[in-house]
């Protein structure tokens, strides 16, 4: 971590109601050839930010449903050949569908 990170680094936001949303839904990365499609085993993801680095999870906010194969490649804890900008694709992609799939169920409210 550099000195500028140091000077604004921050608490990562934790919200219960973010993580238990996670729960029973369809996977948002649905990576091809990787996801199972399985409900049970979608948990909250979080993906890299300012909060990210050793021993510390992003954002609450900074999160996507996400089964546990594609968790597992997005994680790099099982290999997988990305094409370049595939990754990033994959991420925004499902980082809208959580968000939008977080404000139709009320858990964010837009004012």
Same mark, same amino acid.
């Given at each position: 971590? +550099? *000195?500028?990170? %140091? %000077?604004?680094?921050?608490?990562?936001?934790?919200?219960?109601?973010?993580? +238990?949303? /996670?729960? &029973? =839904?369809? @996977?948002?990365? =649905?990576?091809?050839?990787? @996801?199972?499609?399985?409900?049970? $085993? *979608? *948990?909250?993801?979080? #993906?890299?930010?300012?909060?990210?680095? %050793?021993?510390?999870?992003?954002? &609450?906010?900074?999160? *996507?449903? !996400? !089964?546990?194969? !594609?968790?597992?490649?997005?994680?790099?804890?099982?290999?997988?050949?990305? #094409? /370049?900008?595939?990754?990033?694709?994959?991420?925004?992609? /499902?980082?809208? $569908?959580? #968000?939008?799939?977080?404000?139709? &169920?009320?858990?964010?409210?837009? =004012?």
């Amino acid at each position: 971590m +550099n *000195v500028i990170d %140091m %000077m604004f680094k921050t608490s990562a936001l934790r919200s219960d109601k973010l993580r +238990n949303a /996670a729960k &029973d =839904q369809q @996977c948002t990365v =649905q990576i091809l050839g990787v @996801c199972n499609f399985n409900p049970e $085993t *979608v *948990v909250l993801a979080h #993906l890299p930010s300012t909060t990210h680095g %050793m021993a510390y999870k992003s954002d &609450d906010i900074w999160a *996507v449903d !996400c !089964c546990s194969s !594609c968790h597992d490649v997005l994680d790099g804890r099982v290999p997988f050949e990305w #094409l /370049a900008g595939e990754k990033e694709q994959y991420i925004l992609a /499902a980082l809208h $569908t959580t #968000l939008m799939r977080r404000i139709r &169920d009320g858990i964010l409210i837009i =004012q």
